[in-house]
């Protein structure tokens, strides 16, 4: 039943996709709406399949094990929950072109593609703390992605303005300032959940392994990532950073958090002693 829910919501991302392309070539409010309506039925069938499954939803609560296409197919409905409740009160339709190909993206190699499955330290089958750990470091990472997608849509969006024929996505954008404004927003968001992940992910480190710091490259690219999201902040409120910087502080940052997924998804399958996650992300 799982496994038939998650095809109903990958089929229904695949034709929000579609209808946010056609959007884009095709000016017309209608096309947008069914990339909504379309991605709304998409995550609801979706998170219906969590449900059904427990999936990573019950990280920390009774699971002995997890597999990486549970970890990213948890992130890409996050995300598009995260989008549409965007969209819903910024209006921001533009996003769905970036948010809705991505993911597609990631839900494919997720569920089509096998993934080992990684043990969970027996002491932490019913931790609270790992579970905490887990929903902040989703929230986290999905601010972050919604965070980059619009950076990622200033930064061209801006290059188009300097031009002398504006392309389609400019065309469609409410305004530059609108945008720079909310993807700060998020990115300040996902600092704030990515600070409370590293924070519970010592403690879930200390009682897997006995140490609340361990080192490993994807531990570093978290570390990394959250301070030069701090910086970033400090940039805006100090310095009186906008646009362009703020923007690429904000790419490159996302791109270290995903250095730290690469990492976990690379750790050995079978770890009895030490818990798979460290300190994830």
Do not use: C
């Not at 590293?198 to 009682?207: F, W």
């Not at 730290?260 to 002693?273: D, H, K, T, W």
């Amino acid at each position: 039943m799982e496994t038939v829910l998650v095809h109903i919501a990958l089929i229904a991302y695949a034709a929000g996709t579609g209808a946010f392309l056609t959007w884009l070539v095709r000016p017309g409010p209608r096309w947008a709406k069914a990339g909504r309506w379309l991605l709304l039925a998409g995550v609801v069938v979706h998170f219906a399949s969590f449900a059904a499954g427990a999936g990573v939803a019950g990280l920390g609560l009774g699971a002995g094990s997890w597999k990486g296409g549970q970890l990213f197919s948890l992130l890409a409905a996050l995300t598009v929950a995260g989008y549409l409740l965007l969209d819903w009160r910024g209006g921001v339709p533009i996003a769905g072109v970036f948010v809705a190909p991505l993911t597609v993206a990631v839900m494919v190699p997720a569920h089509l593609v096998g993934s080992s499955e990684h043990e969970v330290a027996p002491q932490l089958w019913n931790s609270g703390t790992l579970f905490f750990h887990v929903a902040t470091s989703a929230l986290g990472t999905s601010a972050l992605a919604l965070a980059f997608g619009l950076s990622a849509l200033y930064l061209a969006s801006e290059r188009q303005a300097k031009s002398r024929r504006p392309g389609r996505i400019f065309a469609r954008l409410t305004s530059l300032e609108s945008i720079d404004r909310t993807g700060y927003r998020l990115a300040v968001w996902g600092f704030v959940f990515l600070s409370i992940a590293i924070g519970t992910g010592s403690l879930v480190s200390n009682a897997s392994t006995g140490s609340p710091l361990p080192v490993a490259p994807k531990q570093a690219f978290a570390v990394l990532a959250w301070a030069l999201l701090a910086s970033m902040i400090e940039a805006r409120l100090v310095a009186g950073w906008r646009g362009r910087r703020i923007a690429l502080l904000v790419v490159v940052g996302f791109v270290l958090l995903a250095g730290a997924y690469a990492g976990l998804l690379s750790a050995s399958p079978a770890m009895r002693g030490a818990l798979a996650l460290g300190v994830w992300p």
